[in-house]
């Protein structure tokens, strides 16, 4: 019997219609957990260098985590894997929800999917009956739609469904995966969903997940709700509100949204709105969110409430969560939450990310405003009428021309990265916001922060709230506050983290952006790191872990947790090797899709104060430390070191690495 | 014989407004009842179900109760505040007519035994958002049924199938002891 995990696999090829239900091999559980872990291990054995994310060879893989299904609270992460289209790298996009665990209690750790599907159809998974089903009477339909709609035909109340949009079937590169209130959004990932033709998958499930150790699992479990409990109680003071607390940010709970508003340079801007957030427009955010949301809801077995239920006179109801009220609204500059409310609405039915896609419109107008655009690409046809000339308006027209890939919005649908390539006449000026062609969050910073500009750089999840963390985002001004805030830090691996809190300041020597020192700058990051790598392979919701401050989940109790479950020998060092196993491994998988130094730039702007040479220097501290070349490339030597020798004869073999060479690399491959 | 008996009364109070439907009460219901404790979980395995229609606003943990070998002839919907509860939502029988409150293997019925043993059932004590809350109270109960009760109940049998009937079946059971 297999403890924590199911131990099996269930293996879909669309092309020929064919499923199966694979056994696991325990040792790779061993090796790299679960989830994102054991995801990089298929993808690397199964889908060769080479593959187009839109080639029948890609693979699409709907992982549980580890931890899944047991009754840790907060384990409900769904990891999305396959090769985005648009950064043409590893993606691994996440949701939580409900779907991760029905999935497991059907009896399979993970959903892979190969080849492609010759018409549209939608998986349903009930225990050990797997249908494939055609799907031709939801084409087009929206993506919460969807679920409704599946649940009904198959009388299945209790079955969890995941679905594309329209901008999913039309393989829109900023396309989501909708489930319930979550939705995995970055990278793509619903857009290989509609290439293979698969609408929607269907989980019910009602087997037993077992547990190795169960009292002591138990004893665990009681500590977190306990802590979360303590935490409630106890905000972390002098930070801004939603870092005081745990959960994803708390958007659907706060109104008071002056410090966003204010200090976020939404949509595609460079500057700040200044003096946005007047007491008339509080007041009437306050009256909009009050009586468009329902309902504060969590995700499975989660004490937390960080989506809601979001309902409007005249428009269906759907769930919501962090910042998609605001992400739209900001970016079309229409001040008013029901706007915000009501195209974002229209956007979940779609299936779009929430932060690429109000950016991408947002780098339309500018484009239109500058003349590279002319009113020629907002025409319309006859299909369609003309972009209308008022802000909400147009931008209503132009989430719809990405959707369905219509005109103009067939640039815009890869994002502003491809869209400027294509649009040319410069508008590359106007993607000023991505890291490895990919949109970011969007804030414009005075002083160069070495963490940040570390996480920014080098991470392969592309999303600094999947890479931060853990570590305070600015110095405490007074020692007193300093002295309040490590006093109970339990989370941190080592005593040197409160040092390196206590010795900074707001000004001087020890302020950024020389202190953090690139050292230690390296040291912090690679804690953040480890922390949202242990949780995505455990399917442990960063919320409740590796993205907050004081999470009730970390280094010390993580290994009693993972032995409990499953009866592995498990300590902070075996897990924080498995960290570097599994980090390593996603790296590779980047750096043989052809990531390279060159590739780990943040946006120019997105620090006014820049210093070149630091960041250099930044950069060889962090890879050096990671046992990488100086191109980013993990050595012969940390990969066997990892076990990961296969890696490196692969990498030697195809000249990524040179055998002799002492840095391990091969320059002219680059 | 002034002396009334007492009986414990345990109470969980549902607060609907406040549950966010992570189902933490399923979890760990299915858990404690695991043979040993917490060696597995399964929410169908659960003796409290969260009846979830997250679009309609419909959140309600229902409780099992007894088995009943026969649905109900009719059932009924409740609206309340405009959100229409579906047929048998609040109903707490393991019954032919739902899946809920059945083992999933052996079919065989569930019911919520309030974890004996326990300080408090542990659903109450995972539901840290504080929509199950425990409340523990003492009612008198009657040491002896009174008289004019039993008639109320043969009057109506004897109206039903007269006197004689009833007579007769009071004598055939008392026989048979």
Redesign the interface.
Known sequence: MRYGETGYNLEIDLTHGSIERVETDPKDTELYLGGLGTNAKILWDRVPADVDPFSPDNILIFSTGLLC???A?GANRTIVTTYSPQTLFMAYSMMGG?FAPELK?AGYDKLIFTGKSPKLVYIWINNDQVEIRDASHLKGKGA?ETQ?LIKQELNE?DAQVAAIGLAGENKVWMASIEQ??SSASRLGVGAVMGDKGIKAIAVR???????AK??E??QLCNEV?QY??FR?EKPVPGVMPILAGLGSPQEMKHIDEKWHTENFVWGNARERRKNFWTKEIEEKWNKTQLTAR????????????CGA?I?LPGM????MKCFSKLTYAMAAYVEDLDFGFRIAQRATEYGVDGFSTPQAMAFAVELYNAGILTDKDFEGTDAYEACPKDNAGRFYWLLDRIARREGIGDVLANGTYWAAKAIGNGAEEYAHNNIKKHEQLPLKLGMLNPVYYLMYSTGEKMNITQIEGQFPQSPFPTMEERLDFVKDWIQVPDEKFKKYLLDWEMRGEFANPTYPTPEIATDIVDWQEMMHFIDDALGMCAGLSSFPLKPPYHIHNYPKFISAATGMDMDQEKLTEIYRRNRNFVRAINTRRGLRRADEVPPADHWKNRFPELEAKLLDTYYKFKGWNNDGIPTKETLEKLGLGFVAEDFIKSGILKDDAEDGSAKENK | MDEKKKKKVKTIKIDLDKCNGCRACEVICSAFHANPPYSSNNPARSRVRMIREPIKDIYVPVYAGEYTPAECMGRDKYIIDGKEYDECAFCRAACPSRASFKEPDSGLPLKCDMCEGEEEPLCVKWCITDALTYEEREEDIEEEPKAEDVEVGLSSMIDKYGMDKITDALARMSQKG
Request: proline share 11%.
């Open positions: 299904s047991t009754p609270p409900v209690f919460v409704e109340p319930g209130r499930g009602t087997k037993d997940i077992n547990i169960p009292a699992f138990y709700l979360i409990k409630e329902k309902r504060l809801i969590s995700c499975y077995n989660c004490p937390m409430k239920i309902s269906s109801t759907y769930m």
